[in-house]
């Protein structure tokens, strides 16, 4: 599976973003998917994840209420839509596929390149 993440830029406190990771393959449906983040000079931390069905998901506590994990299998792509974006939201967001729902990255198999979204205050 190839995963190309894109959709990150600059925008204001308070501001919505979304991000967009479409993946190569047509098992695309049989992974779950997760969003990651990492801010410079920190560990990559978990942000979302979606099953390959779309019935589960999970959210940091950080974002809860704020970011949506969706997916549309029949176009191979999985979003997350940020709101009430905050500078400490500011990182390179990464999408991943894991055969499992998991907020661990080593438990995810593949990676996209990472996209940069920066919030400013």
């Known amino acids: 599976v190839q995963l190309q993440a894109f959709g990150g830029g600059l925008v204001q406190a308070g501001g919505p973003l979304r991000l967009s990771c479409a993946a190569s393959?047509?098992?695309?449906?049989?992974?779950?998917m997760g969003w990651f983040r990492q801010a410079p000079g920190k560990e990559r931390e978990f942000v979302a994840a979606?099953?390959?069905?779309?019935?589960?998901?999970r959210y940091a506590d950080s974002v809860k209420g704020r970011f949506t994990i969706s997916r549309d299998n029949a176009k191979n792509t999985v979003y997350l839509q940020m709101n009430s974006l905050k500078p400490e939201d500011t990182a390179a967001y990464y999408c991943?596929?894991?055969?499992?729902?998991?907020?661990?990255?080593?438990?995810?198999?593949?990676w996209g390149q990472g996209t940069l979204v920066t919030v400013s205050s």
């Open positions: 991943a596929a894991s055969r499992y729902i998991n907020p661990l990255p080593t438990d995810y198999d593949y």
């Open positions: 393959g047509r098992t695309f449906s049989s992974y779950c």
């Open positions: 979606i099953s390959g069905s779309d019935i589960i998901t």
